[in-house]
């Protein structure tokens, strides 16, 4: 993977580093387990609240130390739509016209909607701007957001101010709890973010909390980044079996059809804030044993998550068999198939336009189709009905100069029909072909972690997440993959996460072996070898012939990493009379880069040392720099110490910046 570097247009960074370099002192590599490092300075909180951050919804839940066992989900949000139940609010907001925080969730919304179009066309409304940082492929702290009006907002404060929200909320109901005011300071926050998330993103989530006043660089562990997944695993592990379904068992189950076991199940249910229902099925998790293996498949609004498993015992410690894995196949995806659909029907130029001048009732119309798509159903056989808004008949009558009805018969599109109570009829079919594109997507990416090694054996499925309450979806994976594993939805699935999440927060430490997503390293000066090395990485200082640019792996893409497990290495100054040495850290997707300069490999961070300080004469020979970086958290530390001076720099690893 060596990559001829062009002329000196791309002057090589260690070539300009020669005067700072640094170059292996062997033998050099160790790795550490830091068990006992992190215990001592633990603080202990007195209440845990996880704030899950969903693309399509959000919400928080939290529970106590005295009492881990019980976790309450936040209070009702006032609101909520017809034919939607729910413990979560919209992830929405709403700035006023001079770009002030206004209102976020139902609240948003509903005052979103009531304000007159010129008026609103001045308001800055968002929504499903998680994915932002999922698409964006150099994300940094000024990267934009565009509201539903066009106009733009730096991400960063739409995000810190969605944190600050919850945070009030959630202190204001803890207060109320406790009857007496509670301070930030007893609180550990966890707020999660998608497995697959590259780092920059999940760094971006963490930028945004300091923000809202969750925790602070001085105090970064009040604040816990957790994995969706990860989460819903840890749930799922301590699932009694009255909760949840198995869609293997065919049967009807306390006349529970098990293709359509959420219904029967939310309308008893939807009062509650304590999720009980009958047994259904027996004991589960005291079926699995040593080293089984289980796959958490997170479906959300935007993206799915694919987790691997495996139980380690006696105490029930996760350890994880393959880095996350997934794509941007969330129930968004069904929503951009309607789109695409009324695209067909009115013409995109109408459908864009109609988005940018009336945005409010844009808003209107896709809520009207969200409680619609919850109504589909594999068995479904009567006729599912999408109200258009006024303003979409009215606009589309001054736009074209003819009907909707009449753009519908001349569109020819299948199974969509006008009603004559004005609205747009869908047959079963034509829903369930909006599906089907996402569908196929999860299935195949599923298929294919199946035929992955490391994931050969799995007993269970676990399917999570808000988009695993579809019929479709669950049909879709029993009929997959029912005949190598079981299929499990847990009863509450679009509160799995947020309820692990509160888990994970109680005891961090639960997932004792991650996959590192990246290859990371160092970029060193190696001796120059003669038909090893390419020449124009020759560099000669002082006499001495150096490689530069060299890409010196502290750790593997996909390699295991425990908790806290180190890499140290040791360094030696390229020169004697260097007075500052920089080490620049560098990651890269693959693992079979060799040198900094090859492509995809990106700078993520720098130590500097700085090494006055000592008599010259005191100066050993081969003076001794150690770099160590920790692994096996969802976040990275690095640290070089010099030796003689015990001197040391630390470093977060940073890709924002």
């Known amino acids: 993977a060596e990559r001829l570097s062009t002329g000196s247009a791309c002057s090589s960074p260690a070539r300009g580093l020669g005067d700072h370099g640094i170059t292996p002192l062997s033998p050099s590599h160790i790795v550490t387990k830091d068990s006992e490092s992190d215990t001592a300075d633990e603080r202990t909180f007195s209440v845990v609240v996880a704030i899950d951050f969903g693309t399509t919804s959000s919400g928080y839940a939290y529970s106590f130390s005295k009492e881990p066992e019980c976790i309450h989900i936040m209070r009702r949000w006032e609101g909520g739509d017809p034919g939607v139940c729910s413990q979560k609010t919209p992830t929405t907001m709403l700035l006023t016209p001079d770009r002030r925080f206004h209102s976020f969730g139902f609240a948003a919304r509903d005052f979103y909607h009531d304000l007159d179009p010129n008026e609103s066309k001045h308001w800055l409304y968002f929504e499903k701007f998680k994915m932002k940082l999922h698409s ?77 006043g969750m925790a602070t660089l001085e105090n970064p562990e009040q604040l816990i980044i957790a994995l969706e997944p990860e989460g819903a695993s840890i749930y799922c592990r301590k699932l009694r079996l ?135 159903a594999p068995d479904r056989t009567n006729p599912l009905n999408i109200t258009l808004p006024f303003s979409f008949i009215d606009y589309y009558k001054k736009f074209r100069g003819h009907s909707v009805e009449h753009a519908l018969r001349k569109s020819n599109v299948d199974f969509v029909k006008w009603s004559s109570q004005g609205m747009l009829r869908m047959n079963p079919d034509a829903m369930n072909a909006l599906f089907k594109p996402t569908v196929d997507n999860i299935i195949d990416h599923l298929k294919n972690l199946f035929q992955k090694p490391e994931v050969s054996g799995v007993k269970f499925l676990f399917l999570v997440g808000g988009f695993a309450e579809s019929p479709l979806l669950q049909l879709a994976v029993q009929q997959a993959f029912g005949d190598q594993c079981r299929v499990i939805i847990p009863h509450d699935v679009g509160l ?20 590192s997503p990246l290859t990371y390293g160092v970029g060193v000066l190696n001796r120059y070898v003669e038909g090893k090395h390419p020449p124009e990485k020759l560099l000669l200082k002082d006499g001495t012939r150096w490689c530069t640019d060299v890409f010196d792996k502290f750790i593997l893409s996909d390699q295991s990493v425990a908790l806290g497990e180190t890499v140290k290495r040791s360094y030696t100054p390229a020169k004697q009379s260097q007075m500052v040495i920089i080490i620049n850290i560098y990651s890269s997707e693959r693992d079979d880069v060799n040198f900094i300069t090859d492509s995809g490999v990106r700078k993520c961070g720098t130590l500097k040392l700085d090494l006055t300080g000592l008599e010259s004469t005191a100066v050993p020979s081969r003076r001794e720099i150690q770099t160590m970086m920790q692994f096996g958290d969802t976040e990275i530390k690095a640290m070089a110490i010099d030796i003689v001076t015990s001197k040391s720099v630390k470093v977060n690893i940073d890709f924002l910046n």
Not at 151 to 160: E, G, H, M, N, R
Not at 496 to 515: M, N
Request: net charge neutral; charged share 30%.
């Open 136 to 212: 964006s492929s150099d994300l940094t702290m000024e990267t934009d957001l565009t509201a539903a009006n066009g106009k733009k907002v730096k991400a960063l404060d739409i995000f810190s101010s969605a944190l600050q929200y919850f945070k009030e909320q959630a202190l204001k109901e803890l207060s109320d709890q406790a009857g007496e005011e509670m301070d930030n300071s007893e609180v550990r926050w966890v707020v999660t973010v998608p497995a697959i998330w590259k780092q920059p993103a999940k760094q971006f989530m963490r930028q945004a909390a300091y923000k809202a």
């Open 242 to 376: 009255h909760q949840m379904i198995d869609l293997s068992s065919k049967a009807a189950l306390n006349g529970i059809s098990p293709t359509d076991p959420a219904k029967d199940y939310v309308r008893r249910n939807r009062q509650s804030r304590t999720f009980l229902v009958e047994n259904v099925i027996g004991e589960l998790w005291s079926e699995l044993e040593e080293g089984d293996r289980y796959v958490v498949v997170d479906c959300g609004g935007g993206t799915v998550d694919l987790t691997v498993h495996q139980i380690r015992l006696p105490e029930g410690h996760l350890k994880e068999l393959y880095k996350a894995s997934g794509g941007p196949y969330g129930s968004l995806g069904v929503d951009y198939e309607f789109e695409k659909l009324l695209c067909k029907i009115f013409g995109e130029d109408f459908i864009d336009t109609f988005k940018v001048k009336r945005p409010a009732a844009w808003v209107d119309l896709m809520i009207a189709f969200e409680s619609r798509k919850r109504a589909a």
């Open 496 to 515: 799995t996460i947020l309820k692990g999440a509160v888990l994970f927060g109680l005891d961090p430490g639960i997932v004792k072996v991650r996959r």
